[in-house]
């Protein structure tokens, strides 16, 4: 079992950058495989991007493949994203979620923990 906390979140103009963090507690970190997932009003759940457990591997949704970079850092039980040349459309509550038994997965259902969100803006 694994807690998640996101942070970083805020109002940035268009063109601008954010880096979000979600910070685990709890034991094996390097065993869960982590992604994160955005809402905005009026709209499903959905994904951005995804890390593998070792951090090897990482998948992206097309709408932010190129400007966003997820990574993470296994001995701080911390995992990111790096996001860059922001739309208004990225303005969205965005989720950090974890899951033992997959890794890297692009669909919400695999994800058995989620974090309580952090809010991002984008103004034109």
């Known amino acids: 079992q694994v807690q998640l906390v996101e942070s970083g979140g805020g109002l940035v103009q268009a063109g601008g950058s954010l880096r979000l963090s979600c910070a685990a507690s709890?034991?094996?970190?390097?065993?869960?495989?982590l992604g994160w997932f955005r809402q905005s009003p009026g709209k499903e759940r959905e994904f951005v991007a995804a890390?593998?457990?070792?951090?090897?591997?990482?998948y992206y949704a097309d709408s932010v493949k190129g400007r966003f970079t997820i990574s993470r850092d296994n001995a701080k039980n911390t995992v990111y994203l790096q996001m860059n040349s922001l739309k208004p459309e990225d303005t969205a509550v965005y989720y950090c979620?974890?899951?033992?038994?997959?890794?890297?997965?692009?669909?919400?259902?695999?994800?058995?923990?989620w974090g309580q969100g952090t809010q991002v803006t984008v103004s034109s």
């Open positions: 979620a974890a899951d033992r038994n997959y890794s890297g997965s692009r669909y919400k259902d695999s994800y058995s923990y």
């Open positions: 709890g034991r094996t970190f390097s065993s869960y495989g």
């Open positions: 890390i593998s457990r070792g951090g090897g591997s990482t």
